[in-house]
């Protein structure tokens, strides 16, 4: 009987081994999974975060280079613009040359 005894103690073991190996399996493959979707959802913001870094890099540098060519684009309008004043100006100056010595001539016996 003691031999009875010490067997079914044994299968009693054996069962409660096995069933905490299997609920320590189980737990390990929660961990896992767990780990596993933290894991992804972390490089997944890594990855949306670098995206948005690069963005606003790109943006900054087409700024920049926007700026940069509307100034350039502003100083040859101006010196343009210069250009055209100046030519009024002198075309003014000449009319005014021309009409005082139309005037004189008119005016003013030979």
């Known amino acids: 009987m003691e031999m009875k005894k010490i067997l079914n103690l044994s299968e009693r073991l054996n069962e409660l081994i096995e069933k905490a190996e299997a609920e320590a399996k189980g737990l390990v493959s929660k961990a896992q999974t767990k780990a596993e979707t933290s894991l992804a959802e972390t490089k ?46 002198d075309t ?3 009319k005014i040359k021309e009409a005082v010595d139309y005037i004189l001539s008119e ?3 030979e």
Not at 49 to 65: K, S
Not at 77 to 83: H, L, P, R, S, W
């Open 92 to 94: 003014s100056d000449d």
């Open 44 to 89: 997944k913001e890594a990855e949306r975060r670098r995206l948005l870094a690069q963005r606003r890099i790109g943006l900054e540098e087409f700024l920049a280079e926007s700026e940069a060519e509307a100034e350039k684009e502003a100083k040859k309008v101006t010196k343009e613009y210069a250009k055209r004043v100046k030519e009024i100006k």
């Open 107 to 109: 005016v003013l016996p």
